[in-house]
């Protein structure tokens, strides 16, 4: 069978060319319903798109932006919890790192981080996070998918079901470096979602940061053809088949793939960049993972995430968490600075934070154990309030005791900020009709503009 024959087959099964639709410059003919186009909001959004920056591991709170001078008062003091995961008998350690007041609204944050430091005044400080288990995988799983249990989709998965994406030629949700064990591809998968929602895994190393995004083979005329000689009989299967979730999203993402050729490598490219703006970021992997996140949300990706190992701190707390902040302080500084300065950070989103946070007190000797009853997240920019803090956990920085946070709360915040309602945001699968925070979830308004 031809393609001219396979073509008037289907045109006359009624299912039409949706899917050859995409000419060499990626224009849509007329009858294309794309998956990925740019959806209404549920109401008028504070953000349009969110960085997360996910510091995988659990980084400590009492180190970094939870100030405790009591726990600096007490150190080497044995302490008993009588409840909670931590119950016992345990010696506090005070934090071996200075803290210092920054900015107008006086946040307290540790010396670790100069460069963060600086934008004080544009950081929403929640300090009462709190997850259901503080082991990683979990922990990990709950952060992204809002179920440590069962496989849910991602919450990247869900904003680009609901929102879509403005820029069709780029993947709508870009996962950069993310961890391939804690739950691995199920952290920006989709799920039972339709797979074209899933996230784009890329490298964030010196090779390429998609494998196979070129054709060195064939012009692009002839790709065209032959992505269209494949679709038409995917197409016929789809056709004969009627429903198969799979296949629609094999023919979305070569559709995709196809587009991407031309888009990725333009926006990939650093070279592009300033020198002013390439030594703002550093010479680091994580800096020019964050400089990627600003291209690729500048060129119209509704989510990128960025991840970075490791801040399990059981041991040589000092030199360890030295060594991770001084990897991403300087370039998460420059990100807020280089949004900010093109006028983008007040409506993207950024989120730093990890899976947990960790205890207050020592675990041998120079470390600190995994905490999720008590935790800092921090915001900045799409609509939420700077300099200031949210919540507080105790006098030793063990449990949140003031406001405190779930993680659906959390869920249920971001998708507000971006203009979804998180009871309205579902899908219909196995009967029932399934949301990112369950059954849960309350819009912590008070963090808003």
Same mark, same amino acid.
């Given at each position: ?26 224009? $849509? ?40 001078? !009591? ?28 803290? /210092? ?28 996070? @709190?997850?259901?288990?503080? =082991? ?61 929602? @899933? ?6 190393? +010196? ?42 999203? *094999? ?15 333009? $926006?990939?490219?650093?070279? /592009? ?27 119209? *990706? ?17 030199? =360890?968490?030295?060594?991770?902040? +001084? ?12 949004? !900010? /300065? ?8 950024? $989120? ?48 949140? $005791?003031?406001?405190?946070? /779930? ?31 369950? *059954? ?10």
């Amino acid at each position: 069978m031809n393609i001219l024959t396979r073509r008037q087959m289907l045109q006359t099964t009624g299912l039409g060319l949706g899917y050859v639709a995409f000419s060499q410059m990626g224009a $849509v003919q007329a009858g294309y319903d794309n998956p990925l186009a740019a959806k209404a909001p549920h109401f008028t959004p504070r953000a349009k798109r969110m960085i997360v920056l996910t510091m995988r591991g659990g980084p400590s709170h009492v180190d970094t932006f939870d100030y405790k001078p !009591k726990l600096t008062a007490d150190d080497g003091k044995s302490i008993t919890t009588p409840e909670g995961e931590y119950r016992g008998e345990r010696k506090l350690m005070a934090s071996p790192f200075r803290f /210092q007041q920054h900015g107008k609204s006086g946040l307290w944050i540790s010396e670790l981080f100069p460069h963060v430091a600086r934008h004080a005044d544009d950081l929403c400080m929640i300090h009462s996070m @709190q997850t259901a288990i503080p =082991n990683h995988p979990q922990a990990f799983l709950m952060m992204h998918t809002g179920e440590f249990r069962l496989t849910r989709p991602s919450m990247g998965s869900w904003l680009l079901y609901g929102l879509g994406t403005e820029n069709q030629n780029l993947p709508g949700f870009v996962s950069i470096n993310p961890p391939a064990d804690l739950g691995g591809p199920q952290n920006y998968g989709s799920a039972f979602l339709p797979a074209i929602y @899933q996230g784009t895994r890329i490298t964030g190393g +010196k090779g390429p940061p998609i494998e196979n995004i070129s054709n060195n083979h064939l012009p692009l005329d002839l790709q065209r053809r032959l992505v269209d000689e494949v679709q038409l009989m995917n197409q016929d299967l789809l056709r004969r088949r009627q429903v198969n979730l799979e296949l629609e999203g *094999v023919i979305e993402s070569m559709e995709l793939s196809f587009r991407m050729q031309g888009a990725v490598p333009e $926006v990939m490219d650093l070279t /592009q960049e300033s020198r002013q703006t390439l030594a703002m970021y550093g010479s680091g992997a994580f800096g020019r993972q964050c400089l990627m996140a600003r291209r690729l949300v500048e060129a119209g *990706v509704r989510v990128v995430e960025i991840a970075h190992a490791t801040w399990d701190q059981h041991q040589n707390l000092k030199e =360890n968490l030295s060594r991770n902040c +001084k990897d991403v302080d300087q370039p998460i500084g420059a990100l807020l600075t280089d949004l !900010k /300065q093109r006028g983008m950070l007040n409506d993207t989103l950024v $989120v730093w934070g990890g899976e947990f946070g960790r205890t207050p007190h020592a675990e041998r000797g120079n470390g600190r154990d995994h905490n999720g009853t008590g935790f800092t997240l921090w915001l900045a920019g799409g609509g939420v309030k700077g300099g200031l803090r949210y919540g507080a956990t105790d006098e030793h920085g063990i449990h949140a $005791v003031e406001r405190n946070v /779930q993680v659906h709360d959390l869920h249920a915040t971001i998708l507000h900020l971006m203009g979804l309602d998180h009871t309205r945001l579902t899908h219909r699968y196995g009967g029932r009709d399934f949301r990112l925070t369950d *059954v849960h979830g309350n819009v912590v308004t008070d963090i808003m503009t």
